[in-house]
């Protein structure tokens, strides 16, 4: 995500964000002021912790704004207070993954999915990738698991004591990087000064 990128990613996450909590979309105004301290700081991490964008181009117009997710690589990169059921802090995480409304069941967010991983693929030798989804989210659910993740461990009922949806902590082990599997004809960092 670049600085131009930022107000557009926040109007994203916040309308995302009403949608999933059943607000209605006149909050998600509201909600962007506190998404956007969020991803200030989350920027703040890099490279432990990224946010991707992408665009949707049709013709020759300039693109919109389509699709993020963010995806931190290590304890320093992870979220402060990070849901359950608990993934390990030292693995590459992926989170806050949307897809613009009306651009969804285009293959964007399969194609977001897949670009986290390689990015991670390139950044850690750790072949973990963790996520969660919730359980009510059957879409998500069924993307990821096409994707090759399957699930580690679920919330126990006694969550929605405390008014939380039960989600599952979902992994998939990505495959070993191959020097020719992607481009990375514009990285100059030699495989020894990837990150551990
Ligand atoms: C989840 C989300 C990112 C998927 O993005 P998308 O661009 O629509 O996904 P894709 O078009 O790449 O779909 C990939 C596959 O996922 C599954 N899928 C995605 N959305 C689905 C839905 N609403 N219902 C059923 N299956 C769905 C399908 O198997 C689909 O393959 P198919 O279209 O060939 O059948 C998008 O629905 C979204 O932003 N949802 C709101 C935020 C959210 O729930 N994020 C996930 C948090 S865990």
């Known amino acids: ?37 969020y991803v200030v700081e989350r920027r703040s991490l890099v490279p432990h912790a990224v946010m991707l964008v992408g665009v949707y181009k049709e013709g020759e117009g300039e693109g919109e704004l389509a699709c993020t997710a963010e995806v931190s690589f290590d304890a320093r990169g992870a979220n402060k207070d990070p849901p359950t059921p608990a993934a390990p802090r030292n693995c590459p995480y992926v989170c806050n993954m949307t897809v613009k409304k009306k651009l969804r069941r285009k293959g964007i967010g399969r194609q977001l999915l897949r670009a986290c991983e390689e ?6 030798t750790i072949r973990k990738v963790y996520l969660h989804c919730r359980l009510i989210d059957t879409g ?57």
């Not at 990015?119 to 850690?124: A, E, R, T, V, W």
């Open 140 to 196: 998500p659910f069924e993307m990821y698991t096409k994707a090759g993740y399957s699930i580690v461990q679920t919330d126990s009922m006694l969550i929605l004591l405390s008014f939380q949806r039960r989600k599952h902590l979902m992994c998939k082990e990505l495959p070993p990087l191959v020097d020719s599997q992607f481009d990375t004809s514009d990285d100059e960092a030699a495989p020894s000064d990837r990150d551990q």
């Open 1 to 37: 995500m670049g600085p131009q990128e930022l107000g557009p990613t926040i109007t994203l996450l916040a309308e995302s964000f009403a949608e999933s909590s059943w607000m209605s979309s006149g909050y998600a105004k509201l909600l962007e002021f506190l998404i956007k301290q």
């Open 119 to 124: 990015l991670i693929s390139q950044m850690k």
